[in-house]
T-cell receptor, first 114, second 115 residues
């Protein structure tokens, strides 16, 4: 069984640029959630995708957007990067078919905005 | 709004000893799930244990067990026979049953294992 994978591992951007982060969900999972984890903090929910549609969103501005593809992989796009966007971005996949639908996390992408 | 509080930023324990990490949460929901995740320096968040709020029995996974006190909104994690590989950040998380699978995390507790 393949776990959740994310790419790239690290990324450095400058303020105002745009970035795309990618996530492949665990085999058999149809739901993907994205979280932002600032240094020394717990992860904060950005949004979730189920069957290619946004299924819930946290307190993040519209310049954070996403996509889910038919194979359940997902992208997180961030426009007009700000210094405060520097963080670890975590992707988690789960299956709506599971009673508890536990989320399983990928290793994250470390984004640095200069 | 749901909140999760971990009041211990750091904890340390001697190898082979037992340690308990605290977590409290605030919610008006009656049905929800609670989780403990571990995040080692490799950064990957790993599920340690989960508890369904409708179950009175405390969850156990090998050396890991929880003390779930629903009325007190408390969900502590006990690690028995601590091992060096248990060193990590531990996050308590909460999720309602209905709607999006939004996990609400606490601030984390850094656990150090002393050999």
């Amino acid at each position: 069984e393949t776990g959740v994978t994310q790419s790239p591992t690290h990324l450095i951007k400058t303020r105002g640029q745009q970035v795309t982060l990618r996530c492949s969900s665990q085999s058999g999972h149809n739901t993907v959630s994205w979280y932002q984890q600032a240094l020394g903090q717990g992860p904060q929910f950005i949004f979730q995708y189920y069957r290619e549609e946004e299924n819930g969103r946290g307190n993040f501005p519209p310049r954070f957007s996403g996509l889910q593809f038919p194979n359940y992989s997902s992208e997180l796009n961030v426009n007009a990067l700000e210094l405060d966007d520097s963080a670890l971005y975590l992707c988690a996949s789960s299956s709506m078919k599971d009673l508890v639908d536990t989320q399983y996390f990928g290793p994250g992408t470390r984004l640095t905005v200069l | 709004a749901q909140t999760v509080t971990q009041s211990q930023p750091e904890m340390s324990v001697q190898e082979a000893e037992t340690v308990t990490l605290s977590c409290t949460y605030d919610t008006s929901e009656s049905d929800y799930y609670l989780f403990w995740y571990k995040q080692p320096p490799s950064r990957q968040m790993i599920l340690v244990i989960r508890q369904e709020a409708y179950k009175q029995q405390n969850a156990t996974e090998n050396r890991f067990s929880v003390n779930f006190q629903k009325a007190a909104k408390s969900f502590s994690l006990k690690i028995s026979d601590s091992q060096l590989g248990d060193a990590a950040m531990y996050f308590c998380a909460y999720r309602i049953i209905q709607g999006a699978q939004k996990l609400v995390f606490g601030q984390g507790t850094r656990l150090t294992i002393n050999p």
